[in-house]
């Protein structure tokens, strides 16, 4: 049998176990502990054995692993902030005599003298223990103990003690072998854990999305201006397509409060945008056609540079500002929340995918300010001229957010963004217009948005959100350039709807749609003569931890803010697999 280890097992602080742990390492831990203490039976007796079981609760504040303690801290305790030796049980003052360990706790106090307090007169019995305070605690009631019985001042051991302590031995002993036969089993599979593990410091999460999906209706939708030309509606792609995303995340943590996450991912999900609907208000929200060629998907580093302060830097990715759209949780995840890209969350977030910086700072145990500089992927790492970090398009955003209660959120969130090409206002949400209000030029976007979520019970969640956006067209041939955009939604979320783990969700709203432009040129406006409806309705089945079905249907009315566009609808079955 293998102990060369069970010194380095943690100490339950179960009574019973306690006990038995206590004799089975003293017989193999070297050095002081046993030059001490298994120097005679004498020392074994249940006041003893009891000694520790209270004692190890009382043995002082926390010690880094790394740090020892201090050589001016007194004997009975591995911190600075002790006090000195209590005589009375009654001076610790959160000990009250209807605990369960008041008894033992008042006779090692008063009959051993070997329990310390806080400054505070405080004994904190219920706090955790490190390794350093254990050996700290013991060594000074151990050298207490051989005080007592050196000097022989007190008759602390008797015969009675002997024989009660070898009848605890013999009544022990197959218990004693069954541990021993389990700490063995322990040690042999923390030895295969330790050379089948995968890193250290990272964790490998992965997700396997497959889809089955396919887009319904008369025809593609056409703007208003197509259709003032005499434009002709082509034929909707109808055909069901079944295709894949694959992810893997490496998380490392170097800290234990910082993250490095690295995406890899792969993916052939085409997009039902204008080349399959007409309109980008169909698209699906974890859509994208690479072939399957794997890429990194994401790559940001997120770390506290206080505690009410966390800095996120990232160079691919929207994943580092998931604090921003948290409002919407359970429908923001691309793999178990909404279908549609519109129905996860704010399209005003949006505005901020890319490279950047997001700072979030708690201002206080409800407030949270979040600043942020992002640039559109394939701009920021481009030095060429009207790109890069600081020469080209980019997002600005703050956000503050109110949470004054666990059920009720409010964020209040302004976005900054100037775009060189004049494309990507709404992220491919709403409609052609909103997302490219100037027809290609230089624009340049205030956006405003409040974001609420109030959950009403358990089982019952409502978000909902606004915003309005002013865009400016920035060529200067360009002299009526102002436009208005705006989009709201609702969602209603059924957290265990039918079981443990299973979800219901709800979307109803507006997709960003122009309901002003100054903008003409020729006959082409730019505006939208009605309002799109998004309707979207979706369960997630949990068929265990690892695998979650979930079929849906997207709806969308007047498509591309023209109501002589039929409605176009889209049917989903999502299976995703996590692992």
Known sequence: M??????DLPLSRNFNVIKIDFLLISTRCEGTFVQKFWLNPLLFSPAILGLFIVALPAMGSEVPLNQAPTTNQPSSFSSAESIEQVTSVSQLSDVKPTDWAFQALQSLVERYGCIAGYPNQTYRGNRALTRYEFAAGLNACLDQINQLIATSTADLVNKQDLATLQKLQEEYTAELQTVRGRVDALEARSATLESQQFSITTQLRGEAVFALAGAFGSDRAINTDAQNRGDTRPELDENVIFADRVR?????????KDRLRVRLQARNITSFNTGVTGT????????GNESNNVSVSALFYRFPLSDSTTFNIATEGLEYIDEVPALSRNFDSSGSGALSRFGRYNPIYRAAEGPGIIINQKLNDALTLTAGYVVPSGVGNDPSNGRGL???SYSALGQLTFQPTSELSLAFTY???YYTDGSGVTGSTGTGFANNPFNGARTSVNNYSVTGNYKLSPKFTITAWGSYANAQAENTDVARSNAEIWNWAVQLGFPDLGRKGNFGGIVFGVPPYVADNQFVNGNNRRQDDDISYHLEAFYRYKLNDNI??????ITILNPEGNSNNSNIYVGVVRTTFTF
């Open 390 to 392: 600081f020469n080209g």
């Open 248 to 256: 893997l995340n490496f998380d490392s943590s170097f800290t234990g």
């Open 548 to 553: 979650a079905i979930t079929p849906g249907l």
């Open 2 to 7: 293998n102990f060369d280890n069970i010194c």
């Open 415 to 417: 976005v900054n963004a």
């Open 280 to 287: 980008n208000q169909t698209r699906l929200g974890f859509d």
